[in-house]
């Protein structure tokens, strides 16, 4: 598979990706990417279906989930968890708690930001409309396009910074230990993501990375759209010194400005080298 185009990190409408996971697969075949995985937020929702739509097309859609997590002071930090197995029982219990409190959480965002609409004399929005942009449970996202649609903002950018920041509520978090352990358990790699979202300092990021790799942390994705090429050769370098596996995704949504499914930052492509060791690894962590 060597010189393939791949992408490990794409989001679908089961949790704040704007396309479902048959129209994933689809723009992979449009952009020449040949392995993907359906990575979305505290979801496995979309993965069987862009499996089924990914056989058709003869496309790998390897199974995975972000989970949202806590690490020491650091809130939201994010871990990709590959090669999982996404029926495992206890694993659906504990996303479909996490699903639960983000729907409570994400429709008092949607209350407060009607709110601030009242206020400057507009009309709110219908929540139903909002609804009709995600697959599973909504987020912020899916409000800002309800923004955008009503021209009350002029880009996702200004959404968030108009109307979804200020109205943002605290989210509930995986702890990372639990959250590690339980991607193990289900026989998955756990991958720190877009690790520059942590911090910029290299010796901050340095620190987080070398405690996590002492909490089982498996990889890193070294090629990430949040890093510019100075922070991904750190994170290559780092990744390398500590034996850790390196990946590599767009962080696709569908909603970013120039963003496409299988490139980063300046165009990058993630090469399917990337592929053999994440393999070997999964396979040990099975065994």
Not at 83 to 101: K, P
Not at 250 to 277: K, T, Y
Request: net charge negative; proline share 3%; glycine share 10%.
């Amino acid at each position: 598979m060597s010189g393939m185009n791949i992408d490990l990190h794409i989001h679908s409408s089961y949790s704040d990706g704007a396309f479902t996971p048959a129209e994933l697969v689809a723009l992979a075949g449009k952009h020449d990417v040949r392995v993907i995985a359906i990575a979305d937020h505290d979801s496995v929702a979309g993965v069987e279906e862009a499996a089924v739509a990914g056989a058709a097309a003869n496309i790998e859609v390897l199974p995975a989930v972000e989970l949202s997590v806590q690490f020491k002071d650091w809130q939201d930090v994010h871990l990709l968890g590959y090669g999982i197995e996404c029926r495992d029982e206890n694993f659906l219990l504990a996303l479909d708690g996490f699903r639960r409190r983000r729907d409570g959480r994400n429709d008092e965002i949607l209350e407060r930001v009607n709110e601030m609409l009242r206020a400057e004399g507009r009309i709110p929005l219908d929540c139903n409309r909002v609804r009709s942009f995600a697959r599973d449970s909504i987020g912020r996202p899916h409000i800002a396009r309800a923004l955008l649609e009503r021209g009350y903002a002029a880009s996702m950018e200004d959404a968030f910074k108009r109307y979804l920041v200020p109205c943002n509520v605290p989210k509930f978090y995986w702890l990372m230990d639990e959250a590690i352990a339980e991607i193990h358990r289900i026989g998955g790699v756990a991958v720190l993501a877009h690790p520059t979202s942590i911090s910029k300092d290299p010796g901050t990021l340095g620190s987080v990375i070398a405690d996590l790799h002492l909490s089982g942390l498996d990889g890193i994705e070294v090629y990430n759209n949040m890093g510019w090429p100075q922070e991904i050769e750190f994170l290559r370098r780092t990744a390398q010194d500590r034996g850790l596996l390196v990946t590599g995704g767009s962080d696709f949504h569908g909603i970013e400005e120039g963003l496409e499914i299988g490139r980063g930052r300046e165009g990058m492509r993630f090469d399917s080298d990337l592929l053999a060791p994440l393999y070997e690894r999964i396979q040990q962590i099975r065994k």
